[in-house]
């Protein structure tokens, strides 16, 4: 057990990055009506968005437990003085006792490695969902600002708003009488992009 629990939990958190990355790329392409089995993100992008969603909220649980940890040790505090002035020195002395047998006993019966399992399982729902959450919010960026590109291969070019530019195609959506016609290049057909000057689209 000592050598599969830590195994277990850095595949487990592998996994919980590598979803949060593959959740953000589905909702964002979902909100272009895209289907994401289309879209092929490269794996280190999708380790680096994912890894970015987890830490963040890895550290927001961090911030959460300490809270809860000062607020509790607070509130403990509080009652050990309450008796300390209620009740004397003596009746105190017994609590502590009591208190530090109890902790004794319960230590070595809890299983840290299972709870570590539990909580990693927990952060990887947490990161899946985050990733979501954030995928359409990208998306709504993209959809307010037109990132021009000038897509030019060896028949034509296009110029047209870009949103994504993925393994191996490049994406991009045109808006005509308020419709949004979204559209992709193979990246081997493409001879030159050129980028230029985000403008809002208009509303």
Request: charged residues 15%; aromatic residues 12%.
């Amino acid at each position: 057990m000592k050598v599969i629990e830590p195994v277990s939990s850095a595949l487990l958190l592998t996994g919980c990055v590598y979803s949060a990355g593959i959740s953000q790329n589905n909702a964002f392409m979902r909100s272009f009506g895209v289907s994401p089995e289309f879209s092929q993100p490269a794996i280190d992008k999708i380790f680096y968005d994912g890894g970015l969603i987890t830490f963040e909220v890895f550290y927001n649980h961090i911030i959460l437990a300490t809270f809860t940890f000062l607020t509790l040790s607070t509130l403990a505090t509080t009652l050990i003085l309450y008796i300390a002035f209620a009740k004397g020195m003596q009746t105190l002395k017994n609590q502590k006792k009591i208190f530090l047998n109890s902790l004794t006993a319960i230590t070595p019966v809890v299983p840290i490695g299972l709870i570590t399992l539990l909580y990693i399982i927990f952060l990887c729902f947490s990161s899946y969902q985050k990733g979501q959450v954030i995928g359409v919010k990208l998306s709504e960026k993209f959809l307010e600002r037109c990132y021009w590109v000038i897509v030019k291969d060896k028949k034509d070019s296009v110029q047209a708003c870009a949103f994504r530019k993925d393994r191996d195609s490049i994406w991009y959506y045109q808006i005509n009488e308020g419709d949004i016609k979204i559209n992709s290049k193979l990246l081997t057909e493409v001879g030159q992009i050129t980028y230029l000057q985000p403008q809002p689209n208009p509303q």
